[in-house]
Structures are given as C-alpha cells and as structure tokens.
C-alpha cells in the first residue's frame, strides 16, 4: 500500500529543481569562493579551488604510511586500523581547511571532508565491520561558544558515505581541557587525562569508529580509547581523521 504524504518521484524531481534553481541564485548573489585563496569557483560542492586543491597532500595511496604512523602515535592493541584524508602540514592549505572548519561556523566544511573521506574508503572499510561511529566529544561550554563539535560534522559526513550510524551520545567531554597547541607529548596526555566518560552502551558495540579532524600527538584519541576500554576490554577501534601531523 502506498504511504500517504511520502513524496512521489514528480514531486521529489520538482522539489530538486527547486532547490536547483534556489541554490542557483543564491551563487549569483553571493558568489562562491575558493576558502583558501578566495578565488571566486563555479562549483557549489568544491570548498577550494584547483590550484589550492592540488597543494595538498593528500594520502592517496599512502594508506599503509598513515596506518602505522597513527597506529604507532596512539599505541594501543584496540587500535586495528586508521586512516587520513591527508597529511596535515602548518601554514599549508590543509591548515586554512581545519582552520575554517574550527572557527568559521561551517559545520558544512565538515560534513563535506567527512564525505569526501568516505568515498577514500568506500572500497576499503568492509560492510558490517563497523557497528558505530563516534566523534571525539567536545566540552558543552566549547560546544555552546562555536555552535557545533567538528570532529562531529565530519563524522555524520563520513557517516552517510559509509553508511555506518553516528551517535552522539556514547562519549562525553567532562573536563574543558586547556588548548593542547604549545604543549609536548607528555604535557598534552597529562592535559587529557581522565577528561572523557564512556556510556555503558558500549558493552554492547564490537566495533567502533573514532573521527577527529586532525591527530598529533594522539593523546587525545588514546585517552578517549583508554576511557572506551574500561567499559568494554575486547572493542576493536578504527580512527579516522582529517589530517595526521608527524610526532612533535
Ligand atoms: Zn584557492
């Protein structure tokens, strides 16, 4: 039997042209530009332009790199797998991007490098073997000041490419730790320490997914995964990030 008030394709084709048409004039008023170099581009679902987009270092078949640097920084067996969209380098486009995406109130920035890091690894991450993602949580204080959690935009990006589910409700921020920026290794594990709490749901998760937009020195990610573990010992971890940063 057919569901009243679901839309038909007609509507469903209108409503697209719409939202075409919309989004169309919108570009004529506002243009849409590079978030790097401002240059003006044509395409609504490009954040940079060619040349910007071309000066990053993306990890196209680096994976097994990535793999062993961020497995290597976070060190903990739970850890199987990780992956980066690309290497994060200070004072290159990459850090523009994570810089726009932190404090420019564009939650879309996210949820678009979160998409795009999905379709990396579409052919990568099997099917089923990823029961839940989750992003590294932030402190509400921080959450309520920027509007929104970035590590939770890419997730729900990378959330609808993979058709994993994304819940925001297994890990909490109980410490509003100070920033981590001119901090060493060590510094930065003692400023993290004991600052997350795990749901007790996750005795019932084998497989879980952690996004971060960029890993440095991986003492954030290891306490939230040491945090996870105390609810269950046996969850196998998968991080996805943005950009990795080498060792400090
Ligand atoms: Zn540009």
């Given at each position: 039997m057919k569901r009243s008030g679901f839309p038909?394709?007609?509507?469903?084709?209108?409503?697209?042209?719409?939202?075409?048409?919309?989004?169309?004039?919108?570009t004529l008023v506002f243009p849409i530009q590079c978030v790097s170099c401002g240059l003006e581009i044509s395409d609504?679902?490009?954040?940079l332009c060619f040349g910007?987009?071309?000066?990053i270092k993306w990890t196209s078949h680096m994976d097994k790199e990535v793999h062993s640097q961020?497995?290597?920084?976070?060190?903990?067996?739970?850890?199987?797998d990780a992956y980066s969209l690309f290497f994060f380098t200070k004072e290159g486009v990459e850090q523009v991007l994570i810089h726009h995406l932190k404090y420019q109130d564009s939650k879309y920035t996210g949820f678009f490098l979160g998409k795009r890091l999905g379709q990396k690894l579409k052919n990568k991450i099997q099917e089923g073997?990823?029961?839940?993602?989750?992003?590294?949580?932030?402190?509400?204080?921080?959450?309520?000041?920027?509007?929104?959690?970035?590590?939770?935009a890419i997730a729900k990006g990378l959330s609808k490419q993979l058709n994993i589910p994304f819940s925001a409700d297994f890990t909490f921020k109980i410490i509003n730790a100070s920033s981590q920026t001119r901090l060493n290794k060590n510094?930065?594990?003692q400023n993290v320490k004991n600052s997350f709490l795990a749901s007790p749901k996750f005795s019932n998760v084998n497989s879980i997914g952690i996004v971060d937009d960029?890993?440095?020195?991986g003492a954030t990610i290891k306490e939230l995964c040491k945090t996870i573990l105390e609810i269950?010992?046996?969850?196998?971890?998968?991080?996805f990030v943005l950009g990795v940063v080498g060792h400090d």
């Amino acid at each position: 039997m057919k569901r009243s008030g679901f839309p038909n394709k007609r509507t469903w084709n209108s409503r697209k042209v719409l939202k075409e048409f919309l989004l169309s004039a919108f570009t004529l008023v506002f243009p849409i530009q590079c978030v790097s170099c401002g240059l003006e581009i044509s395409d609504k679902f490009k954040l940079l332009c060619f040349g910007c987009a071309s000066r990053i270092k993306w990890t196209s078949h680096m994976d097994k790199e990535v793999h062993s640097q961020i497995i290597q920084l976070v060190n903990l067996p739970c850890v199987w797998d990780a992956y980066s969209l690309f290497f994060f380098t200070k004072e290159g486009v990459e850090q523009v991007l994570i810089h726009h995406l932190k404090y420019q109130d564009s939650k879309y920035t996210g949820f678009f490098l979160g998409k795009r890091l999905g379709q990396k690894l579409k052919n990568k991450i099997q099917e089923g073997s990823i029961d839940l993602l989750i992003s590294v949580p932030s402190h509400h204080r921080k959450k309520y000041d920027r509007g929104y959690n970035q590590s939770e935009a890419i997730a729900k990006g990378l959330s609808k490419q993979l058709n994993i589910p994304f819940s925001a409700d297994f890990t909490f921020k109980i410490i509003n730790a100070s920033s981590q920026t001119r901090l060493n290794k060590n510094e930065r594990a003692q400023n993290v320490k004991n600052s997350f709490l795990a749901s007790p749901k996750f005795s019932n998760v084998n497989s879980i997914g952690i996004v971060d937009d960029v890993i440095t020195s991986g003492a954030t990610i290891k306490e939230l995964c040491k945090t996870i573990l105390e609810i269950n010992r046996s969850i196998r971890i998968t991080i996805f990030v943005l950009g990795v940063v080498g060792h400090d």
